[in-house]
């Protein structure tokens, strides 16, 4: 089980929108601490898709957007791409393990 | 171009020892904390563990404390995994990756830098 909870699944048709949460508590999210998304595709390494809340890196589209507020965190796709089919995780630290930590991950499917 | 390739990984019976190794190139490797994150098949994500620039700071997952040690070699620009004792249940996908920060706080950060993978299978 892991310390930030995201829905094992979500899905949209193309040009939708959709979103990913992440929930945790007042040693991680809650605590202040920064979260950040990653997108793995299929058979690849993770890649860092937003970090920081919403800040995105250099060459990820705008598409992309992230929020945090209280205990949670939200990944937002809009204008649904068919190579957007992928895993999604959230992390963030935890001050009570002393480390950092990963959400179970976000299977979203493209229909 | 920035790159980080790990190597050492392999099938090793239970209770013995693999070391990993990762290697860095197209950054100033000194300036940033590392870490080791694994992913056990069809599973997620799973931080392992993280070092500070200066290796002044490090910690571990409840899960390898005790059992594992990172190390890092500036001078070689490379980060190290040893890996005692290992177990069925870390049979696994090691990354190296990169911490946007130098873990100067002690507090780890985003990845924006990963391997490839090296996959880990324990068994006998």
């Given at each position: 089980q892991s310390v930030l909870t995201q829905p094992p699944s979500v899905s949209g048709a193309p040009g939708q929108r959709v979103t990913i949460s992440c929930t945790g508590?007042?040693?991680?999210?809650?605590?202040?601490?920064?979260?950040h998304w990653y997108q793995?595709?299929?058979?690849?390494?993770?890649?860092?898709?937003?970090?920081?809340?919403?800040n995105r890196p250099s060459g990820v589209p705008d598409r992309f957007s992230g929020s945090k507020s209280g205990t949670s965190a939200s990944l937002a796709i809009t204008?649904?791409?068919?190579?957007?089919?992928?895993?999604?995780?959230?992390?963030?630290y935890d001050s009570s393990l002393s480390g950092s930590v990963f959400g179970g991950g976000t299977k979203l499917t493209v229909l | 171009e920035v790159q980080l390739v790990e190597s050492g990984g392999g099938l090793v019976q239970p209770g013995r020892s693999?070391?990993?190794?990762?290697?860095?190139?197209?950054?100033?490797?000194?300036?940033?904390?590392?870490?080791?994150?694994?992913?056990?098949?069809?599973?997620?994500?799973?931080?392992?563990?993280?070092?500070?620039?200066?290796?002044?700071?490090?910690?571990?997952a409840d899960s390898v404390k005790g059992r594992f040690t990172i190390s890092r070699d500036n001078a070689k620009n490379s980060l190290y995994l040893q890996m005692n004792s290992l177990r069925a249940e870390d049979t696994a996908l090691y990354y190296c990756a990169k911490d946007i920060g130098a873990g100067s706080s002690s507090i780890w950060l985003a990845f924006d830098i990963w391997g490839q993978?090296?996959?880990?299978?324990?068994s006998s």
């Open positions: 508590s007042n040693s991680n999210i809650g605590a202040g601490y920064d979260v793995q595709l299929p058979g690849t390494a993770p890649k860092l898709l937003i970090y920081g809340n919403s204008g649904l791409q068919a190579e957007d089919e992928a895993d999604y995780y959230c992390q963030s | 693999l070391r990993l190794s990762c290697a860095a190139s197209g950054f100033t490797f000194d300036d940033y904390a590392m870490h080791w994150v694994r992913q056990a098949p069809g599973k997620g994500l799973e931080w392992v563990s993280g070092i500070t620039w200066n290796s002044g700071n490090i910690d571990y993978g090296t996959m880990v299978t324990v």
